[in-house]
């Protein structure tokens, strides 16, 4: 396993500030020593962000935390990963997510490494659980320095794959949250019926305490979650460790006492995953229409996916849209019955590489439903690689979601002697 790979306990930092074990001055020296020490190899990150005389107290007090750089921080340029904003000015105000965070009392330590605007075209950061890998997008410098302990929480966004993916690769947890949950005032987003905030931390159970502290929800005991275990075979193109990963979680959640079913709506959930990219191409080629008339100066990936949208005509983003409307009842009934839809949160581990980010497929279907998304870490494959399992629950169903959760990573860490896909 990679030595860069050493994920920071959000929830063992938070235990020791408050039991006057470490100071929030000593745990903003640890980011920096680490990020000093550790980032000329991972490159997660744009640019720090001095620390400031904030008044603001709560029980995130203390901890630094890392904000994607579609993300406006006040008096920071949001430069998107873009040569086309390499002179933008900075930010007047923090984004309402910034704002939102910084009301716990976490502290903004810099900007994290995007894809440019938040698409495929990667930037430099490498993988620290798989060196020569990529760390997935388009939350990459995000992912990366929490997989690399440089902190304990950091935030990114989501389109498509792009928080879900990096996690899975990365070998973290992650929460993608229920679309329109926080408002995305001062994000640079591409798609605003798609669009939904996100963030990272080394294990589910420091996610469930960050998303205490943002929300003040309290899930109380879950039980034995009631899962529906989705393949996603109609897709093609899952690996065979992924699929042994899938094999795993339903043979040890059983063992546990969970109640597993198949997930009856495969073919649905396909169907989900071919609009997505319609709606997505239609609406970025109008939010991002600044940026066609300058394509020229854009990537090649999203050169075509703003063409392709501009050229989508509204007939085709309508139908698009009413294949997700008319299976949003479908999945809704479904949740009525269990608390989690479980799958593979990515194809296969983290391809070799880092000129592509790999395939966001089997985050769409559950984007464009706007759904909350829980990336639970914790398998490997045969060469150590993370397999990022995803737990899908209804909408703003995000504490009891991340509640089972928990109980479903307590669970995949637990070997129970099924031979292959190992827990680490």
């Not at 073919?267 to 939010?287: I, S």
């Not at 269990?338 to 581990?349: E, I, K, N, Q, T």
Request: proline residues 7%; hydrophobic residues 45%.
């Amino acid at each position: 396993m990679s030595t860069l790979w050493q994920p920071w306990s959000l929830r063992e930092l938070v235990d020791d500030l408050a039991a006057g074990r470490t100071t929030a001055r000593a745990a903003r020296e640890r980011a920096e020593t680490r990020i000093a020490r550790t980032d000329p190899q991972v490159r997660a990150w744009v640019t720090p962000v001095a620390e400031t005389d904030a008044s603001t107290t709560g029980p995130l007090t203390g901890v630094p935390f890392g904000v994607k750089d579609i993300i406006d921080v006040a008096g920071h340029p949001t430069r998107c990963g873009s040569r086309l904003r390499a002179d933008t000015a900075p930010a007047t105000e923090d984004a309402a997510i910034v704002r939102a965070w910084r009301a716990t009392g976490a502290d903004v330590v810099g900007k994290t490494v995007t894809t440019e605007f938040a698409f495929f075209a990667p930037g430099p950061t490498h993988n620290p659980a798989a060196p020569g890998h990529t760390p997935g997008g388009s939350s990459s410098g995000s992912a990366a320095a929490v997989a690399a302990g440089q902190v304990p929480l950091a935030i990114g966004s989501q389109t498509a794959g792009s928080v879900t993916r990096p996690a899975a690769f990365c070998g973290v947890a992650s929460l993608v949250m229920t679309h329109g949950r926080i408002p995305v005032d001062g994000v640079v987003g591409l798609s605003p019926s798609l669009d939904s905030h996100g963030c990272y931390a080394a294990g589910v159970g420091d996610l469930a305490l960050a998303w205490n502290a943002l929300t003040g929800e309290r899930p109380g005991e879950a039980a034995s979650p009631r899962v529906l275990l989705w393949s996603a075979e109609p897709f093609g193109g899952v690996s065979d460790a992924m699929r042994e990963a899938v094999d795993t979680a339903r043979a040890r959640l059983g063992a546990a006492g969970a109640v597993v079913d198949a997930l009856p709506e495969e073919k649905l959930v396909a169907e989900l995953a071919a609009a997505h990219p319609v709606v997505m191409a239609y609406e970025a080629a109008r939010e991002r229409a600044a940026e066609l008339d300058h394509s020229a100066q854009l990537s090649a990936p999203l050169r075509e996916l703003l063409h392709i949208g501009a050229a989508t005509s509204e007939a085709d983003h309508a139908a698009a849209r009413a294949t997700v409307e008319a299976a949003r009842a479908r999945i809704a009934a479904l949740f009525a019955t269990y608390d989690v839809v479980l799958g593979p949160a990515a194809l296969g581990a983290a391809p070799a590489g880092l000129d592509a980010t790999g395939d966001p497929v089997l985050s769409r279907a559950w984007q464009a439903l706007g759904l909350p998304v829980v990336t639970v870490p914790g398998l490997r494959d045969a060469d150590g690689l993370p397999l990022g399992v995803q737990a899908v629950g209804p909408p703003h169903g995000e504490t009891r979601l991340l509640a089972h959760a928990d109980r479903i990573q307590a669970a995949l860490t637990t070997p129970t002697g099924k031979e292959g896909t190992e827990s680490r």
